[in-house]
Structure formats: structure tokens, C-alpha cells
Antibody
Framework: EVQLLESGGGLVQPGGSLRLSCGAS????????MSWVRQAPGKGLEWVSC????????YYADSVKGRFTLSRDNSKNTLSLEMNSLRPEDTAVYFCARGHSGTFLNFDYWGQGILLTVSS | QSALTQPASVSGSPGQSITISCTGT?????????VSWYQQHPGTAPKLIIYNVSDRPSGVSNRFSGSKSGNTASLIISGLRAEDEAEYHCSSFTASITLVFGGGTKLTVL
């Protein structure tokens, strides 16, 4: 069974840093592109970032470019999102998601989500 | 990259058909056949129900279908059921090599 489990969320002050992690199991992690998608309270979904299966390329939404860094460890089946210079508008539930059919164009499995709150 | 435009809410009675629109630009929906739709029940993760404009993942009911015309994509749900009541989100690949989502549409089954 495919499982994605996010961890590392919590409360952080504006300007602070935090790392989110996503542990994957039940599939061959190293053959899938992976992404983070977030959802602010009561709002729609927002794509955050994607990393290719081999970790060779990363892509970011303009809203996080230069502040967030996505990486992966295929030996540990782990995805990590390093977030710096956090802003109140980064407050959201962050979902780890698996790319469908060898792409990052859509997502067939999602984690349960982890809440990040940026507030003083 | 601006979000795609979806109606905030739609409603329908059991057995009816409804359509949810998703409007973008010539740099996203209009340029690529990479529109996806997700169903999200409260407090849960989204579920992929349509990809590549009109393809359904294995296990998704054929009551869900998708189409596209110009810069607007549509999700059609036929034979509405109570369990279809949820939030629906569209997304598209963009010319900037990013993904953009819509604001979400709440479907109420009357």
C-alpha cells in the first residue's frame, strides 16, 4: 500500500525556518517525481514545488522561489522541504504528493497533510 | 502565475448532472492538455479524478468526465449522488513549467 507521511510542521515566527519531511513507502520511491502542495485555511490548493525522480531538477512556485529548497534522499525514501524567511502567508496544510504516470503534472497519492503556522 | 478561476459553489439534486468550469489563459489551459481535477472531502487529502483533460484513473467512476474548449476546462458529474458532495479543484501545467490550481468549487447535493 502506498503511504506518504509528512512530519515537521508546527508554529514558527515570521522570518524563521523549518524543515518538512515526507516518508514514503509501498512503492519504488526513486522512480517517481514528487511534489509539495499546500492549502491555506479555508482556501484552495497551491502547488509549491516539485523534484524529479533522480533529484536532478527542482521547480518552484514564484511565491516560494529563493526561500524554499526541495530535496530528496532516494536511499531513505524521504522528501524534504527546507523553508526559510517564513511569512504569515505561508501558513497552510502542506501535502506531500506523488506524481502520476511518471510526471509531476498531477498527483495520484497524497499524504494526510501537516500544518505549518507562521505567527508571532 | 494567477490562480485558475472556478465558481465558488454549484449545487444539484440527486440524479442530475452538473458542470464545474475552470478558466485559465493561453499560457496554461489553452496551451496544454494537462488539466487535472481533484475531489476533496472535508479534512481529507485531495483525490485525483481526472487527468490530461479527460482521462480517468483506475477505479474512478465513469460518472466523472472532463473536457476543454479554448482556455476553459470543465468537469461534468452525471447521476449526482450524496457522496459527491465535496470540494473540487482544477489544475493545469503552465508555460513557466509550474502548476497552477483553481480556487476550488464547493458542490452541494440538495
Amino acid at each position: 500500500e502506498v503511504q506518504l507521511l509528512e512530519s515537521g510542521g508546527g508554529l514558527v515566527q515570521p522570518g524563521g525556518s523549518l524543515r518538512l519531511s515526507c516518508g514514503a513507502s509501498g512503492f519504488t520511491f526513486k522512480t517517481y517525481h514528487m511534489s509539495w502542495v499546500r492549502q491555506a485555511p479555508g482556501k484552495g490548493l497551491e502547488w509549491v514545488s516539485c523534484i524529479t525522480d533522480d533529484g536532478g531538477k527542482t521547480y518552484y512556485a514564484d511565491s516560494v522561489k529563493g526561500r524554499f529548497t526541495l530535496s530528496r534522499d532516494n536511499s531513505k525514501n524521504t522528501l524534504s522541504l527546507e523553508m526559510n524567511s517564513l511569512r504569515p502567508e505561508d501558513t497552510a496544510v502542506y501535502f506531500c504528493a506523488r506524481g502520476h504516470s511518471g510526471t509531476f503534472l498531477n498527483f495520484d497519492y497524497w499524504g494526510q497533510g501537516i500544518l505549518l503556522t507562521v505567527s508571532s | 502565475q494567477s490562480a485558475l478561476t472556478q465558481p465558488a459553489s454549484v449545487s444539484g439534486s440527486p440524479g442530475q448532472s452538473i458542470t464545474i468550469s475552470c478558466t485559465g489563459t493561453s499560457s496554461d489551459i489553452g496551451a496544454y492538455n494537462y488539466v487535472s481535477w481533484y475531489q476533496q472531502h472535508p479534512g481529507t487529502a485531495p483525490k485525483l479524478i481526472i487527468y490530461n483533460v479527460s482521462d480517468r484513473p483506475s477505479g474512478v467512476s465513469n460518472r466523472f468526465s472532463g473536457s476543454k474548449s479554448g482556455n476553459t476546462a470543465s468537469l461534468i458529474i452525471s447521476g449526482l449522488r450524496a457522496e459527491d458532495e465535496a470540494e473540487y479543484h482544477c489544475s493545469s501545467f503552465t508555460a513557466s513549467i509550474t502548476l497552477v490550481f483553481g480556487g476550488g468549487t464547493k458542490l452541494t447535493v440538495l
